[in-house]
């Protein structure tokens, strides 16, 4: 066991030489540090009074300062237990394109309710000074008073060891899900099984996985037939997922949260969510997906309950279920007659807003109207809310008052379980001037009618009416148009335009493949040797071994200083180095490297295997160490003679 693992390590650290060299020599595009997020999250979006929950907030950067950071106002949430400084943590991703490094500061909260806090509280953003230049989190709307439970804000259990010990046995952490026996498995977790018709019911999607997975890849979207849907996906974690450790079935996981979703059931019943395909990869250092592995989460059943009869309104829409008020405008009180006045009608609240049927303008006398400009504002979390705004653009057509009635919006609340009425208050119009005035303005002449009524032209006298001819106006534009050097000056600019990109594209071509193929020599060189090394160590071949360390080492130097080095004696070689930028102590350890292997090759065998194995696997580590060494310095061109 031992030599096999020793044998895993030396071909890790010859990978990772063959990647550096092979991604490095003139082609290797420089790392862009990825800007920082800021990101605010809760292991659920519903909490019972006196319950326990957790609220963490984490700033990653790429290096950038981080200074000045200013917890959010809790809005009279009780603080349960503070952190006194940030959880630290450092992950190096290494690719194609370059070594990213990502430093991720978090605090972590917990928080629970004030005695008789009901209704939604929402958590304000926390700030926080990136490089001098302030940022800050999301906001959190958390609705206190309803049964705790897993929430779209973190996998479940997440915050269960968290609790106090006065916590009821109902918020204790669920067992582990079935899927919890592989290593890596991608779940979807509702917070909420039972809900009303229209009622929403955010569900997260989340992957588990005990090893770090360098690809994502989705195969199959979950069906939601059945429900009205909203993406509700944080917006700084659709490209990056933010990542939680969770211990399940004593594993410990990282957690990634992939997506989440709002939905609102549209008919009573038991509505199944299809299960989600994904696909997960590790890539290797040529940048080729290995160990790829396919998942598929579990359906998740939803029982959607019919609204209840008892006080309903007659004509009820049962996508009216939420919490709403409603207000009506006019953008004046007094307009004359002829001049168009907007009445906009706003609804605000939470709940499926986009589903959700305004109240619509009655008749009014002496009023034209037109269809009315709908727009959604919908506002960022879990919750879906905003503002539904309808707009209606009317005309007077003759003076005098006018009251517009108070409109009416009935929904269902779910939390109390009852029908409740939206109003909003009156309107006075005023409308001045005399109707006849309006006729004497419109230009004279017949007025068009259709089926025996006038027809209001509304194309204003500022606009004149378009007039075509069947020529241009000036002969010498006409001339010039039919000649022969007017087809010359519309052909050459495009066929010019084409020559440039043909041309640059075969030079680009040319260069790629010039650099493409060096690049492959060497990375195969640099395999085949390792890898032949590593088996002339296994079979105990000491010579053999040796001759293609030095091989390897030689071949590498001469790539790099691009001049052959196999003519050259140790101090000649040494003096190259250093003339070429290479640090001194780098360069005395190669030369000592090339003079072992000389040494080796004719110095008989240990007769410990066991001791010349170890010797074997030390020198190839230290080979494949000097290879990154070597890749990493940077040498001055040679010298023009």
């Known amino acids: 066991m031992a030599s096999a693992s020793r044998r895993q390590t030396g071909w890790a650290r010859a990978a990772a030489a063959a ?28 909490v019972a009074a006196g319950e326990v929950f957790l609220y963490e907030v984490t700033i990653t950067t790429s290096g950038q300062r981080v200074e000045s950071y200013q917890p959010p106002d809790f809005k009279g949430l009780q603080v349960v237990n503070a952190p006194q400084s940030p959880n630290q943590s450092t992950q190096m991703q290494m690719g194609p394109g370059g070594t990213f490094i990502q430093n991720s500061l978090s605090w972590r909260y917990q928080l629970t309710p004030a005695a008789g806090q009901k209704g939604v509280v ?56 079935s899927e919890a026996n592989a290593a890596n498995f991608v779940r979807a977790v509702p917070d909420k099984t039972r809900a009303f018709v229209g009622e929403q019911v955010t569900v997260g999607w989340y992957l588990y996985f005990t090893e770090s997975q360098n690809k994502y890849e989705t195969i199959t979207e979950p069906r939601t037939d059945g429900f009205w849907t909203e993406d509700v996906t944080p917006p700084n974690a659709r490209n990056r997922a933010p990542q939680t450790q969770q211990l399940i079935g004593g594993r410990l996981y990282q957690v990634a949260s992939l997506f989440k979703r709002a939905l609102f059931p549209l008919q009573a019943g ?204 000036r002969d010498l534009g006409a001339t010039f148009y039919r000649s022969r050097p007017f087809l010359g000056v519309l052909l050459v600019p495009p066929l010019a335009l084409a020559l440039g990109r043909l041309l640059a594209r075969a030079r680009e071509r040319l260069a790629a493949d010039s650099q493409r193929g060096r690049r492959r020599r060497v990375r195969q060189m640099v395999r085949q040797r390792l890898s032949a090394a590593e088996d002339h160590r296994d079979a105990g071949r000491w010579p053999a071994f040796h001759i293609e360390i030095d091989r390897v080492l030689r071949e590498v130097l001469a790539a790099r200083l691009r001049r052959p080095v196999s003519g050259l004696r140790m101090d000649e070689l040494r003096d190259l180095l250093l003339q070429r930028g290479m640090p001194a102590g780098e360069a005395d350890r190669i030369i000592a490297a090339l003079e072992g292997c000389d040494l080796a090759r004719f110095a008989p065998a240990t007769a410990d295997a066991g001791a010349a194995r170890e010797r074997m696997t ?24």
């Open 618 to 641: 030390a020198a190839l580590d230290g080979a494949a160490e000097l290879i990154v060494a070597i890749d990493k310095t940077p040498l001055r061109e040679e010298p023009a003679t």
């Open 19 to 46: 990647l550096a060299l092979a991604a490095s020599w003139l082609i290797a595009p420089p790392a862009h540090a990825e800007p920082p997020t800021f990101l605010a999250e809760t292991d659920r979006n519903q």
């Open 122 to 177: 929402t958590i304000a953003p926390a700030r926080v000074r990136v490089d001098g230049r302030e940022m800050r989190s999301n906001q959190i709307n958390l609705r206190v008073g309803a049964g705790g439970g897993p929430g779209a804000g973190a996998p479940p259990g997440a915050a269960a060891p968290m609790a106090s010990s006065s916590s009821s046995s109902a918020n204790a952490e669920p067992p582990p899900p």
């Open 270 to 473: 038991k509505l199944t969510i299809s299960p989600i395909e994904s696909e997960i990869a590790q890539v290797d250092f040529f940048g080729m997906s290995v160990r790829r592995q396919r998942l598929k989460a579990e359906p998740v059943v939803i029982e959607a309950l019919p609204l209840p009869k008892a006080g309903q309104p007659s004509g009820f829409e049962p996508s009216h279920v939420g919490r709403y008020t409603l207000e009506a405008r006019a953008d004046r009180p007094t307009v004359a007659v002829g001049e168009a006045v907007t009445l906009t009608i706003d609804v605000k609240g939470q709940g499926n807003l986009r589903n959700l049927h305004a109240p619509s303008l009655p008749r009014l006398d002496g009023w034209k109207s037109y269809e009315p400009k709908v727009t959604v504002n919908l506002d960022p979390g879990d919750l879906v809310s905003g503002t539904k705004t309808v707009e209606y653009l009317l005309l007077p057509e003759h003076p005098g008052t006018t009251m517009i009635p108070s409109f009416e919006l009935p929904y269902f609340d779910p939390e109390t379980r009852a029908y409740a009425l939206a109003k909003s208050e009156p309107l006075r119009l005023e409308v001045t001037g005399d109707g006849a005035a309006r006729a004497t303005t419109a230009p004279a002449g017949p007025r068009p009618t259709t089926g025996g009524g006038p027809v209001e032209n509304l194309i204003t006298t500022e606009i004149r009416p378009i007039r075509n001819r069947a020529t241009l106006n």
